[in-house]
């Protein structure tokens, strides 16, 4: 990940924010930063307000002071540009900078996250003190990366978004002709004559609530536009800090901190723009262990298998999900080592120390209030410390070797959330997660790929609900196939392409002939009256969409039970030049999943890393020196693993023989290394 | 239903929109239609845009093909105006266009249905725009009907609206005096001493959300007259269109598609001002059988049982319900009948070509994105309209001939909507659906009507939930009974007048004397709180409401059997005159409604058009020279039914003696004309 | 309560607003109070449109003439000044007195409580209105309390209210560097080196929904003190109003009518201004009899004992809540009395007439739109009428003998609301009531108290989630438990100080030398996911909080059975000093909290004034010449209960002897005087 002559290891810190506290408290935090094994510190996160108190009035006494203290202490630094969240002075003195929301209403001073990424002031002052602190910190050698921003996203509806919502408009599709064409303006008489007569597509003109919290839209063309145009919008407002940066010190890699799988920014578009990639990982209360491993394998993705940093993750409480309960012993232990298990080089954490005033204040940190070394959290902190500097830098730059890929596509996501039907259980991340568990529980290395990805090293490539295929991805996806890949292709797949226009002759467009079927029409299941298909001679629930299919060269697997489309087919697989590829019609259970995938991946030759029991993950990295398997027990039951090579346990020292029973406890971790013969 | 010479069957065919689309596909539509038997296309809903491009600057050429187009090809043209969505240019140029929502936030362009009622600018352009057409069009003979506008409906709370509302106001008022009076301004300091201290009622002023989206109101005088307001706006503009049309072609019969129950608009009101009624039937994924035949009678009724067209219905698919079920194999044909079998003289769709792009790309159509004959729905649509041909005139003109009357009154549904109190299960549709019920399942023809028909040809006429009596509807109800009529009225009777201003003297107010009953308090049961009540030795639910009786005259049929108004009546009955009348004090369950319906029918001679098993529906149109059963069965399994008259079956050209068994297959239909002697 | 020589019964009236009618009823309307031994009414509630026309356009006639009405007929007048809903001329003139609502949208005229508590117009009109009114009518000897406006609640986010409330935050901080300390805004870049850089916080800026209507803020600080500004800022519009009153007659007492546990008012700082104590009872159809009981002693807590006036309640029903359920024959008598059971001198009701127009036509009255007395509700309240003359004034003055107290405050209940974390099923109120429904289901006195009152009279004092500690009242807990009192505390306290900044060193801060213990972590268990822990040998629920408590001095009186903290105290007891302390470190059920409060309060000698079956209510008034007990069946079935004293019905006349059993039919009521010997 970050190439710096000072990390030989796991670099283990996070978000640390003195400039909450008075002075005489710092030391006492370095003292505890060395007792836990701290060796890197996120500084800056949120003190624009400090740091520049007008135009032209600037004060980075503090700022150095802190800078020092780390230095002092031998601390790493990622250095935070502070721009994700403007001065309350700047709000008054310009009010463009606040955002609008999609009633129209402009926002006050407040919150975070809170500046017009089209505010052409907001652009300037961020830019210019992204500048600032390049140029004033760029002797400091601690420094080890820079952290753009903070979890940038949300929406904003102002006219300064309107009028760049033109100007991007003008830039994409030329001439006015063609944007009415390619979001078919015919349709209810919204042909326009004028870039001007353009607005944001907001609650006020084209979108509306339909049942909970759904936003819905009337033109999808304009809709899905504006997605990509925030998403666009706001990554030139990191760009532009990324440049000043650059400028001063091009050799420090530069990041902002990701969310995984937050809708709002197409990541994949982004990562383009990052130096490497970084993410805080937040699970839910309820969250199944192959929610979090989903989401590291997208993060690592987005640069193409590149280690990425875990920036965030809380130590055992959050404060701001419904019910914010403890992670139990061990628990911030496995899934720290997860993220190492799916390819992260750090692991770090909000925050160091816990505040005492604002929304944050519940939040876990490694010193909590009450202020000392004595709690269960600081122990395993600790613990977890010094077990990273045993370790040292055995799992740096590991890579994961995958030959199976999953499809994972904002713009997918984005049509499918506004989708006017078939059916409000329509959700792109629940189809992917589906499919992706199946290769979790089995250990089998899989990647979560783009559009624009390779997939020459790929045996088999699933694309859940590929419903808009833009550029040619159908093109290439049905050239990879005929060249001897194994495509898995679902429900709503291959209707549009990039402007949601339906390509006609047929779904699923551009795959049909690859999959050789032809989806006549498709039903929307009511929830609780069941539909079900019969697989390899057992019978699955049929849930969502079911597709009604005529093979047109596929063999039916597979057929639907009940409805009046009894014994039409719901799994079909199609031979398709040196290739195959699969159709699943509908959405089913895990089991289903399990069965036909272990079918698939047997013919492809698809094998997993290691076997082992239920809840038990199993992964591998490769780092060129060294293979390293992680085997991590999610389960409340002690448990056991077979690796089929002789490996070392770094931790404990101990070896094991090639398939030897390898004990792992509850909630428990084991880094294996492979002997290398 | 639409007089004109070229029509001599039920007409088939929906909204198409060549617009959309290339003309070389325009040809192959055409082949299409003819395989499908398609005879009506609806044309230019939604062309604003297209055909005017400023204040001035008109378009007319595609138009004029696509006219053309319809004639060469025999097809009868339902000319729309195109007035359902306004211009981009038009919004951006006037503002004042654009609908101000129930927050006061104006609308941005986009959407359709956008409109202000109220604008004099959208009033003059739709007007102008109605004129064009009209002139430039009217020597086009294949024209048998002008749709304006679209689905009229929305609410705006602009400026404009709000002057109107008192333009409106101090005419229906005449003084302030008086609205205060009508309005109880002494309640809560609102008196009004200038027209001009008059404000909209919305979420601004007097009106709020009452748990899940239930919008209330502190003052039911301005909001329930704000509704007519908005319905009286509407109607003005529609008016306006009819008029400029009728100047140019007054032989023309002129229509809006209306919605059915759709709660915005007083259709009564509006019925007065179109030539024929026109509907869209959208049933929604779990709606029952009876539900369109209630609306579908409900229509009928607005013309006093004139045919109405069925001017939209989808051929299988809808893209806005939150499931989109497929309709089953038959069920469009079943469906398509039931609006004939109910007083339909079209059977007519949208869309004749599924779009591409926008909202309504997955709403099904007859040639759909495969773009060919081939489909389910395609062959059934073909079938139907072979069908259709088959059966001709036969049934074009027929009435239902009903002694049973609902009434059914919008002034009563925004009441009761408005009501503070008494509980929020309120509903007047759904105890209006209660009562219509009883007469579907039984096949008795019965015709919902307004509080301004005639009553004289009635024997029996339910009014559930007569909240509100306006202009005297008390008293004509109580001379039809006191006449000979048999009234049956429900809880939450006779309260208010015409502005809702509580009648004294006790509850039910102007129907007391003919009821015969004092209803002195009403217990409002908490769901799943059981309250009971007897009737002929069987114990019914008594739900929603429970009033607490006192007879004046009337005798108990039945009582409560729980909660401290156990004993106290539940049912009465009271001789008045030469009739009688009946009330039921509560809500109940479907078993109720049939006992206690049975008794009433059988009372006054009401009886059934034929015996049926329960989902199969047999209905009667007599045209004058023919009578015509229609039977319909809605189950999933085959049944049959006998016909108290020998007919003979105008698809298959069987006879049945009276009274023999005729079968019916699961979602079949037959056609059956009585044997004239 | 009233000192007045004028009464020497319990006041029996209410809200009569004879401006609704015309004159020809007035006489009847006296007639009928007659009968109902009415001898108070409100008056003058909702005038003001037709008090005053414009700025300097008065007319009272018809007010001298109602006032005079009741002059003559002997009637108490409760006079109120009509400001809780300003005139719409008013509104029109001076738009800066309709309130800004939370997105930002200024209100129209409508509705009521609808001023802009800063608005310096609405500021001058209301204590002008009330100044007239006392200049006026101040010779009137009916007069025997002033009602100032009505209900005040809501909030306002408009300009003025920006203004004056950083105004508030000068007088309160006196310097912005203090402002930035209490608020923590080093936090995400919040500092504030201007006053007019703070902005009001609402939806616009740090507020948001979270789930349900469940609102939220990013900013502790700034959040808090809007509500303690809000709540302020109507209380200076009403002292105003008091002012101007009181300049005029100084010898009537002043009230407003207060709203029981509304959450939008500090009541405790508010009664500082209120002369006594009055408010309105509106039970739920599904509320529980301690509610009610709950409330009153809140009320009655206000200032710290003295006698209330219950101001009103429905004689029937409500027109508001989901299902209006009727109150049930001898509820409203067992109502009224279970106010003077809990202190009330007076039993007043909304309404006396019940309106024919607007969105309280639908509420019950004295009077129905019947118009006679021929009702149960006229017959109910005639009695109860009766029945307060034949008690006289035996119960007026008397006091609550409580040696128990439980700790209730404003600002603890905001704090809690505000929270962000660590569950949403914090409910500072809910928690309270499962305290206080022991004291009541076993008969024991308790009060209600503010932080600010004296603790000396207490035995045992429970503050139930005592998050937020203010003005130090941990230390003032700490010094009356160390001086010999028993301190019951819970989960989730001691948290914060006045500003919501944590007290470090560990939770439960200031409390945590009293209490002897530590609390590490708090888990929040998810709903249906059972944690149990044991007391006294049976198990009970741990449910929305978990506290890891380390005993610090404190012994475990029970313990976790589940989860890893399994064998960790939940329940704890500490000796300190002379006296001791409880902590129950989770929320349980109703079982638990009677097992635990049976042992502390035989240990701490705190007794019931009588043992009597489960719903059978208990309560004594001492008022220096009698000691009365209250004896009320809330249950279905009749029952009977024992006093410990012998005792005389005051009602049936008949004695008792100390221990007799009393029988107590359903609902039905006793009051008993104690014999003195």
Redesign the interface.
């Known amino acids: 990940m970050i190439g710096n002559d000072r990390i030989h290891k796991i670099l283990y810190g996070g978000d640390y ?1 003195p ?2 506290w008075p002075e005489e408290i710092w030391q006492e935090d370095m003292r505890l930063f060395r007792l836990a094994h701290v060796d890197i510190v996120t500084l800056n996160v ?5 740091l520049q ?2 135009d032209d009035c600037w004060d980075f006494a503090q700022l150095d002071k802190i800078i020092g203290l780390a230095e002092e202490n031998g601390l790493n630094i990622c250095l935070a540009t ?1 721009t ?6 700047m ?2 003195k310009y009010p463009e900078i606040l955002r609008v929301n999609e ?10 996250h809170n500046s017009c990424p089209n505010s052409p002031i907001y652009r300037k002052f961020s830019a210019q003190l992204a500048g600032k602190l390049a140029a004033r910190y760029k002797s400091c050698k601690n420094i080890v990366a820079w952290h753009v921003s903070n979890e940038y996203g949300g929406m904003c509806y102002c006219e300064n978004c309107e009028r760049a919502f033109r100007t991007w408009l003008k830039k994409k599709y030329g001439t006015l002709q063609e944007l009415n064409r390619a ?12 870039w ?7 609650l ?3 979108e ?1 609530y339909y ?1 909970e919290g759904m936003l ?6 304009i809709s899905l536009d504006y997605r990509r145009f925030m998403s666009d919008s706001m990554q030139e407002c990191y760009r532009l800090e990324y440049d000043a940066i650059k400028r001063e010190t091009p050799d420090i890699p530069i990041t902002t901190n990701l969310m995984g799988t937050y809708s709002g920014l197409d990541y994949q578009r982004w990562a383009k723009d990052l130096d490497f990639i970084s993410w805080d990982n937040y699970p839910a ?2 969250s199944q262990p192959w929610e979090p491993a989903l989401r590291h394998d997208l993060m690592r993705g987005l640069k193409q298998g590149m280690p990425f940093a875990l920036m965030e993750q809380t130590p ?11 992670k ?2 061990g628990v911030m232990r496995l899934m720290s080592w997860q993220a190492a298990a799916h390819g992260a080089d750090t692991i770090m954490f909000f925050q160091m120390r ?10 876990g940190a490694l010193i909590g ?3 000392n070394e004595h ?3 600081f122990a395993e902190m600790a613990a977890l410390g010094a077990e990273l500097e045993q370790i040292g830098g055995r799992t740096l730059g590991g890579r994961t070797p995958s030959k199976a890929a999953i499809v994972f596509d904002w713009d997918n996501w984005w049509a499918t959330q506004l ?7 329509l959700d792109y991340l629940k189809e992917t997660e589906a499919w992706y568990r199946y290769f979790w529980e089995k250990n089998i290395p899989v990647d979560l790929i783009s559009t624009e990805d390779s997939l020459d090293d790929y045996q088999l490539i699933a694309a859940p609900m590929l419903y808009l295929c833009k550029s040619g991805f159908g093109e290439k996806l049905t050239r990879w196939t005929s060249d001897g890949g194994c495509f898995v292709g679902t429900y709503f797949s291959g209707y549009a392409q990039e ?9 699923p467009g551009t795959l049909k002939d690859m999959l050789g079927i ?1 989806v ?8 609780d009256t069941p539909v079900s298909f019969t697989f390899r001679g057992k019978s699955y629930p049929a849930e969502i969409l079911c597709d ?1 299919i005529h093979p047109e060269g596929a063999v039916s697997l597979g057929s639907y039970k009940d ?2 489309y009894a014994g039409m087919p719901a799994v079909t697989r199609n031979s398709f030049g040196k290739g195959c590829s699969y159709y699943v019609a509908t959405h089913s259970c895990p089991e289903f999943y399990r069965e036909f995938l272990d079918c698939v991946c047997e013919e492809q030759h698809i094998t997993p890393v290691a076997d082992s029991p239920a809840l038990v993950e199993v992964t591998l990295r490769s780092t060129g020196k060294a293979e390293i398997y992680f085997v991590l027990n999610h389960g409340n039951a002690d448990s056991a693993c077979r690796i089929p090579a002789a490996v070392r346990d770094l931790i404990s020292g101990r070896s094991y023989a090639a398939g030897e029973e390898i004990p792992i406890a509850s909630r428990n971790v084991k880094i294996l290394q492979k002997n290398t013969k």
Chains 1, 2, 3 share one sequence.
Request: charged residues 20%.
């Open positions: 924010n400039e909450q949120f003190s624009w307000a400090s108190k007008d502070s994700g969240a403007h001065p309350a002075w709000a008054r009633q129209g209403i402009r926002r006050k001073f407040g919150s975070r979001w078919n303006t015919a349709f209810w008489s919204h042909t326009f004559y004028d001007d007569e353009i607005v944001v597509p907001d006020r003109s084209e509306f049942g819905r839209t009337n033109f999808q063309g209360y309820d055992s409480v959050s404060n701001w999900h419904p019910y914010c309960s403890l139990r012993p816990q505040s005492i005033g604002a929304c944050e204040k519940l939040h209030h009450r202020g709690t269960r959290v989708s006017a039907g078939p059916t409000i259980l402007h949601d226009l339906i390509v006609t002759g047929g779904y032809w006549e029409e498709t039903d929307a299941p009511v929830p009604l409805e009046f």
